[in-house]
Each structure stands twice: as structure tokens, then as C-alpha cells.
């Protein structure tokens, strides 16, 4: 079956540190791929998604890109911010059709001014 | 405009009693799904519906677990007879349509405690 494989936490850095939170998956046919945050009192939000091989998604100076020969989603950033602290979610999308989300475990992001 | 709403946000009962859950999803949004997301774990997917049917009830653990969208809007997630190991947060989450391009949104959730 599918299932997402996440680097575990929690993760402290300093602000303007560099970030990596690392991710790989094992799935059959070619998955999309997703990172979503939880932000403290939130709920999930999107953050980022690739849907094909090679794809870079981006957004809020967060990266990552769909590397097929490793199975794998590396979320970066290079310079965090103590706004950055929530909690990230590296998941897939089989695209058989229902679109349901394997999600990892999460990594818990602490930035510390 | 509004999001995805879940009602109550926190509900505590005692094993063996039943419980429902509520989502209100985005309006005009056809596909809606029910996640679980138990301490220090991801979500896993419990059930998906396309307008009024459920397509995948694949994630539901077991026959105390249902849920029902009868008029392809609001969903209710049912648990017969409570046990402790189903306290978790369920999630409800929608999207305009039942394809990855669409955005989907998730509600708050509605934190189960079963004493």
C-alpha cells in the first residue's frame, strides 16, 4: 500500500537558519505529492504540491521537488522565521481517482528568535 | 467567505455511548472527506463522498463507524458504542471537485475524548 515516510521531530532551529525536513514515499503508479501546515489553533492548509516527477513546488520561501528516483519530497527553506513554527505534514495522492491523502507523521517545527 | 465548519469542536463522552460529528463543507463543494488524526500521528483517511454517496469507505476501522451526507452538503460522522482507542481529532476537509487540482480545504476538527 501507499505510505509516507517523515523525518521525525521535533525540530528546533534558530531564526534564519536553513531547513530541512526530509521525506519519502512508497506508492504504486505516480503519485502527487503535498506538504501541509498546521499552524498553532489552526487547521491543515496546503502549502506546497508537485504532481509530477521533477516538479519543484514553492511557496512562502518553502520548497521541495518530486524526485522520483528516490522516492522522495524534501521540504527547504533558507532562511526560517519564527512565524515558520507549526507543525508539517508531508503526504501523497495516488490520483486513482478519489484523490484521498496518505499522510506521514508529522515534524513539529520550533523557531526560536 | 466561510470554511469548512465541524461541530462540536470538542466533545467528551463515556464508553459505550454514541456520538455524532458534524462537517459543514465549503458551499457547492461535491467532494468531502472524514480523516482521524490520533496523538502524535498524521491523518488517515476514513471515508470519502462525491455529492450525496460515500466512493471510498475503505478507511472506516470497523461497522461502529458511519457517516451520512444526504443532501450532498452537510456530513455527519456516527460512532456506535465508544470505545477509549477512538478518541482522536477527526478532520473533515472539501473541495470543489473530486480531482488534486482542486483545493482542498480542511475544518478545525472535533477533538473525541471517550473516558
Known amino acids: 500500500g501507499n505510505s509516507v515516510t517523515q523525518m521525525e521531530g521535533p525540530v528546533t532551529l534558530s531564526e534564519e537558519a536553513f531547513l530541512t525536513i526530509n521525506c519519502t514515499y512508497t506508492?504504486?503508479?505516480?503519485?502527487?505529492l503535498f506538504w501541509y501546515v498546521q499552524y498553532p489553533g489552526e487547521g491543515l492548509q496546503l502549502l506546497l504540491k508537485a504532481t509530477k516527477a521533477d516538479d519543484k513546488g514553492s511557496n512562502k520561501g518553502f520548497e521541495a521537488t518530486y524526485r522520483k528516483e528516490t522516492t522522495s519530497f524534501h521540504l527547504e527553506k533558507g532562511s526560517v522565521q519564527v512565524s515558520d513554527s507549526a507543525v508539517y505534514f508531508c503526504a501523497l495522492s495516488a490520483n486513482f481517482g478519489n484523490e484521498k491523502l496518505t499522510f506521514g507523521t508529522g515534524t513539529r517545527l520550533t523557531i526560536i528568535p | 467567505g466561510a470554511g469548512v465548519s465541524q461541530t462540536p469542536s470538542n466533545k467528551v463522552t463515556e464508553k459505550g455511548k454514541y456520538v455524532e460529528l458534524r462537517c459543514d463543507p465549503i458551499?457547492?463543494?461535491?467532494?468531502l472527506y472524514w480523516y482521524r488524526q490520533s496523538l502524535g500521528q498524521g491523518p488517515e483517511f476514513l471515508i470519502y463522498f462525491q455529492g450525496t454517496g460515500a466512493a471510498d469507505d475503505s478507511g472506516l476501522p470497523n461497522d461502529r463507524f458511519f457517516a451520512v451526507r444526504p443532501e450532498g452538503s452537510v456530513s455527519t460522522l456516527k460512532i456506535q458504542r465508544t470505545e477509549r482507542g477512538d478518541s482522536a481529532m477527526y478532520l473533515c476537509?472539501?473541495?470543489?471537485?473530486?480531482?488534486?487540482?482542486?483545493?482542498?480545504?480542511f475544518g478545525n476538527g472535533t477533538r473525541l475524548t471517550v473516558t
Open positions: 476537509a472539501s473541495r470543489l471537485t473530486g480531482t488534486a487540482n482542486s483545493p482542498l480545504h
Open positions: 506508492a504504486t503508479g505516480y503519485p502527487s
Open positions: 458551499s457547492g463543494h461535491t467532494a
